[in-house]
């Protein structure tokens, strides 16, 4: 955690008058391009954007898998904290069954379910790849509910 995302963090759980030794869930910016995770960002902190899709068997074994309570620093595409969210929900959906209220509160392009599946598809289609597997559209999908409470 940089000195900058550690400061932001630390004043939250002031100002949220949460134990000291709180620490976030997990640090990350949404997208894997500098602009992706400035256009992602731009719609978390606008509260357009209150959903995201995870690949949930793309884990490893002890890592963090989100869960209702967490609170997560969301950076934006140089590294600085943009908003803190709070996790309100997740649910283990297979990636054809992602729902069309999904995809909207994803809150990306035009909010439609198509759009939703023109875009992660190619996106996860590569996450498997990079791991020498292949995507398939029953692929188990963690999808989480949030919402900012830093911004």
Not at 10 to 39: C, D, H
Request: aromatic share 10%.
């Amino acid at each position: 955690m940089t000195s900058e995302v550690e400061q932001y963090w630390q004043t939250f759980i002031k100002e949220q008058n949460l134990s000291p030794e709180r620490q976030p869930a997990e640090i990350y910016s949404f997208g894997n391009t500098v602009q992706m995770a400035n256009e992602l960002a731009v719609l978390v902190i606008s509260s357009q954007k209150t959903a995201t899709t995870l690949a949930i068997d793309l884990y490893e074994p002890n890592e963090h898998v989100p869960q209702a309570g967490d609170y997560n620093i969301i950076l934006d595409g140089q590294g600085k904290p943009a908003a803190i969210t709070k996790t309100m929900s997740c649910k283990i959906i297979a990636y054809n069954k992602v729902s069309a209220d999904h995809a909207y509160l994803e809150g990306e392009g035009d909010r439609t379910l198509d759009y939703w599946r023109a875009v992660h598809e190619p996106f996860f289609t590569a996450e498997y790849a990079e791991l020498n597997r292949t995507f398939e559209p029953t692929i188990p999908c963690l999808c989480e509910q949030f919402m900012v409470v830093k911004s």
